[in-house]
């Protein structure tokens, strides 16, 4: 398959920004468990008892798909693990803004209210993903190489 | 398309054990079941206390030091949570967990020349707050926290935000209450109940 010079960059693009800031997130959520719990409570959207069972493996989740995202090992399963991650937060933070919540999202360290930046940025994130679980990237790639030409 | 879903799996499986296993070494780690703190209302026995004693002030001053030597050991005014009051001040025993209070008694409190501090962020606070108020917002920075130290940890703390929607007083009082605070109360109306009654405001 002939693939294009400019969209194989792209996607290698897409996968470096996804990866960072997943793993980033993953590990700063993992360096304080404590508050994403609290984060999660926040929305009120889950029964008190799973709240830590979610706050004890998204963070890992996000951390590990990152990781194996960055070095382009499982790129199309990865992505489709992250895409899910990302719509269950965008829901999460629309039906808050629908309540009319006003709370910071906990979704990257620092404070950051929920609202339609948070939106946009989740769908941006979204696009990105969905590109890569259509087209692969096999630039800069340790998954093996003869199976994928 | 050819995506393997057993992959996904393995991926999902493999970061919820290391993320057991890590939570359970981490000595930061959480509970697998999160304990729900929750607010317990002061007893109105409090707010009747304080209205009994603000309408007796002048003849408990008066008659302070009889008084006292009146009670006998073991009286049930001694188990009430209001004791004595001295000087125009109440004496609360103290509580190892914040406790909520309602407009009223957050204003008989506020009459008394309790403390109270604003739990939200410092543009809301210069918007307009309880007059008197201090600004220490909960997802501010450390720097706005250096007033407590020149609070006693016996002092009589009011913790609100802007209503009973929002849970950063909840969240200040509670680590006001970890930092050994040992009377702080969160004020549940906040802001929005105090300018429905046309309580002292002020702005800045």
């Known amino acids: ?149 | 398309m050819n995506i393997s879903f057993k992959d996904i799996a393995l991926i999902i499986i493999a970061s919820i054990l290391v993320g057991f296993i890590y939570n359970s070494l981490n000595p930061k780690g959480i509970s697998l079941i999160k304990e729900k703190k929750e607010l317990v209302f002061e007893s109105d026995s409090l707010l009747l206390s304080i209205d009994q004693e603000v309408e007796t002030i002048d003849s408990i001053k008066t008659s302070e030091i009889t008084e006292k030597e009146l009670i006998p050991k073991g009286n049930n005014v001694r188990k009430d949570s209001v004791q004595k009051k001295e000087e125009n001040k109440i004496i609360i025993e103290p509580f190892t967990e914040p406790k909520a209070i309602k407009i009223d008694l957050a204003y008989k409190l506020y009459q008394q020349g309790v403390k109270f501090i604003d739990a939200r962020m410092p543009d809301e606070y210069s918007l307009g707050h309880i007059k008197g108020a201090y600004n220490i917002p909960f997802d501010g920075d450390e720097s706005y926290r250096e007033i407590l130290n020149n609070f006693s940890k016996e002092e009589i703390l009011v913790v609100y935000c802007g209503g009973t929607d929002c849970d950063l007083s909840f969240y200040l009082g509670n680590e006001l209450s970890e930092k050994g605070f040992k009377r702080v109360y969160v004020f549940f109306g906040g802001w929005n109940e105090w300018i429905e009654n046309d309580y002292p405001i002020s702005k800045n």
């Open chain 1, 1 to 149: 398959m002939v693939r294009n010079k400019f969209l194989e960059f792209f996607l290698l693009a897409a996968r470096i920004i996804l990866s960072f800031l997943f793993i980033y997130a993953g590990a700063e959520k993992i360096s304080d468990p404590e508050s994403f719990s609290q984060a999660i409570e926040n929305y009120k959207l889950f029964p008190i008892y799973s709240i830590n069972f979610f706050a004890i493996i998204i963070p890992w989740i996000e951390l590990i798909s990152g990781l194996l995202l960055l070095f382009g090992i499982k790129v199309k399963e990865n992505s489709l693990i992250i895409s899910s991650l990302l719509v269950v937060f965008t829901l999460a933070v629309a039906i808050s803004m629908m309540r009319g919540l006003n709370f910071d999202c906990g979704c990257f360290g620092k404070p950051s209210p929920i609202g339609w930046k948070k939106l946009g940025e989740n769908f941006l994130m979204l696009v990105l993903c969905v590109m890569l679980i259509i087209y692969d990237s096999k630039l800069v790639s340790l998954s093996d190489k003869t199976k994928s030409n």
